[in-house]
């Protein structure tokens, strides 16, 4: 398995949660990594990104000021931690990788080359 993405949950309004994606070593290193989320009856969106090579971070407009994807460097592992959340973040979340040579097409999810499982968040009271 390339990429496990793990963390989802039911939680209320207003919470926190912090999803977790663990990459193979070779992905880790090499790729841009991405958060992708579906909510039922609609299409896949781009949640977040994070470049390897500088660190930089790309939001959807969406989440922006609420969500923060980070690296983990000693284990491989990209998190989301996202704060304040609302039911319209309800949604299936996967993690994805993307080749730097499709870098300009990073919010494109048919552009990414590698995708894990999904996990789900729900947002209720």
């Known amino acids: 398995v390339q990429l496990q993405a793990s963390g989802g949950g039911l939680v209320q309004p207003g919470a926190s949660l912090r999803l977790s994606c663990t990459a193979s070593?070779?992905?880790?290193?090499?790729?841009?990594m991405g958060w992708f989320r579906q909510a039922p009856g609609k299409e896949r969106r781009f949640v977040a990104a994070?470049?390897?090579?500088?660190?930089?971070?790309f939001y959807a407009d969406s989440v922006s000021g609420r969500f923060t994807i980070s690296r983990d460097n000693d284990r491989n592992m990209v998190i989301l931690q996202m704060n304040s959340l609302k039911p319209e973040d309800t949604a299936v979340y996967s993690c994805?990788?993307?080749?730097?040579?499709?870098?300009?097409?990073?919010?494109?999810?048919?552009?990414?080359?590698?995708w894990g499982q999904g996990t789900l968040v729900t947002v209720s009271s």
């Open positions: 994070i470049d390897y090579r500088d660190g930089d971070t």
């Open positions: 994805a990788a993307l080749s730097t040579t499709k870098f300009r097409w990073v919010r494109y999810s048919e552009k990414y080359d590698y």
């Open positions: 070593a070779r992905i880790f290193s090499n790729y841009v």
